[in-house]
């Protein structure tokens, strides 16, 4: 019995360390995902560090607390005697179950390689990012409350598509009707980043972007100064992430850094309700017509 217990720890550090190393190996962001996009400043380490710890806290808050399942929980002994005259039939059950019971204790926040330097992704399941980032900031703006130290940016990610122009104009088609297709409206702004990526212009894409916005409801506006919506594109290597979220000059562009800064001279104004120092100046915001 009890080299059975002791076989079954074995096993399960084993496990615990081959996700470490395919961790390490660089899973990366992929086509497909939806997540929080973050940016630091040179420690990645302590950045993923600082967004586990930040990203539980509020996704606590908004979600509930997340149930993490032992590894071996689904292994009774009853089954396992079953199959130990099947090697190969337990190998392939264990497999599985591995799989499934990995799934759930990663279902809310996955760190995984981004593709860029001093950018970190975190893959999210069973989350809304725009909510949840818009939270976070909107609860860090009213109490100005630091809470992180090498976070700049924290920008949610709520669709991903190949970083190439006819990927990224049919899958904006679709990806914007919920906030602007009739009778949906508002008044809006891009903000472009690429990294990594020489094929996609940012004048372009711009372009093909607000032509679409206006072609899903001619009274969408655009509005550099004040926006409701501003629609987030960032670009590594080939897959382009897109966003659209409010609040994006009062939260200081998404800045954890900045939007705690105390400003006396700053007007005060209402963030958006929650539903949905990194500046870069070569890339500002834009409308069609830039």
Known sequence: MSSEVQKGKKRGKGQYLGNAKRHRGGRQLEVGMQGILITCNMNERKCIGEAYSLLTEYGDLLY????????????????????????????????AQIRTSTEKNLCRFQSIESGANNVVFF???????????????????????????????????????????????KYADTFFQPWFKVPNKGTYQIVYKARNNNHMNREEVIKDLAGIVGSLNPENKVDLTSPEYTVVVEIIKNVCCLSVVKDYTLFRKYNLQEVVKSAKEEKPQEPAADDGKEQNKEDPPVGPDA
């Open 123 to 169: 893959r999210t399941l069973n989350v809304e990012p725009e909510k949840l980032v818009h939270h976070i900031l909107k609860d860090l703006y009213t109490t100005k409350k630091r809470k992180t130290r090498v976070i700049l940016r924290m920008l949610p990610v709520t669709g991903t598509c190949k970083a190439f122009p006819e990927d990224l104009k």
């Open 64 to 95: 509930g607390a997340e149930k993490l399942c032992d590894k071996e929980d689904n292994l009774s002994g009853s089954e396992e005697e079953e199959d130990d005259d099947d090697v190969e039939a337990a190998l392939k059950k264990e497999v």
